[in-house]
């Protein structure tokens, strides 16, 4: 098992802005999802999800959003908001139904107390799994970070009620202790 330097010493001389990249390498690589044009990701900054996706298809559209800043990535357009305010976005409105992969990697800011970080978690779980239902096309696929708390079988559990396939997936490069899992689902 690699040591989590490594990861981020192997993310920069990819050139990548994070080692969080492999964690989405590894995850579309096991659920074999391949053709996407256009995506959606949430939580983007500093941008290593995007890179990643333009660089292994040079045709993807990515709308990428964060509430911090992003340094521009060709082929990604960026919109510094809070996902809630997803509909406020024409661009990315007028794509309503058209997108093959939303993927977040959405962490909030903890507070530190227990309770309410995972439920602060939950509600942005919840919105994103929302945000995925209007906007991917059928058959689009949703990668979304969570965390393994008493909240991850009810938002499983809500997934599996409007999407396909539900599969749960802790990649390598994920540190063990973070506690972070991701859910895919195919609507
Ligand atoms: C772990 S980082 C994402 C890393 C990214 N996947 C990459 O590869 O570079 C999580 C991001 O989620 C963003 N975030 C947290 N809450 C958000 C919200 N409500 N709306 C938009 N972005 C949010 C944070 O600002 C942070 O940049």
Not at 40 to 56: N, R
Not at 174 to 183: A, V
Request: hydrophobic share 40%.
């Amino acid at each position: 098992m690699m040591h989590s330097d490594n990861w981020a010493l192997k993310a920069k001389q990819l050139g990548y802005r994070s080692r969080a990249v492999f964690k989405l390498e590894e995850i579309l690589k096991k659920t074999r999802t391949k053709r996407y044009k256009n995506v959606l990701d949430l939580g983007a900054s500093p941008g290593a999800w995007s890179q990643f996706i333009v660089k292994k298809n040079s045709n993807a559209n990515v709308y990428a959003l964060d509430i911090l800043d992003m340094e521009p990535i060709e082929g990604v357009s960026f919109f510094k908001k809070n996902i809630e305010q997803i509909n406020n976005i024409p661009q990315i409105l007028k794509l309503k139904g058209d997108f093959n992969l939303v993927i977040s990697d959405i962490a909030p800011n903890l507070s530190g107390i227990k309770s309410v970080d995972n439920e602060n978690i939950f509600d942005l779980n919840k919105l994103t799994v929302n945000i995925a239902l209007n906007f991917l096309c059928k058959g689009g696929t949703l990668i979304m970070k969570t965390f393994q708390n008493s909240f991850l079988k009810t938002l499983r559990k809500d997934m599996e009620l409007s999407f396909k396939i539900v599969q749960t997936y802790k990649p390598v490069a994920s540190k063990k202790q973070s506690g972070e899992i991701y859910l895919y689902g195919v609507k």
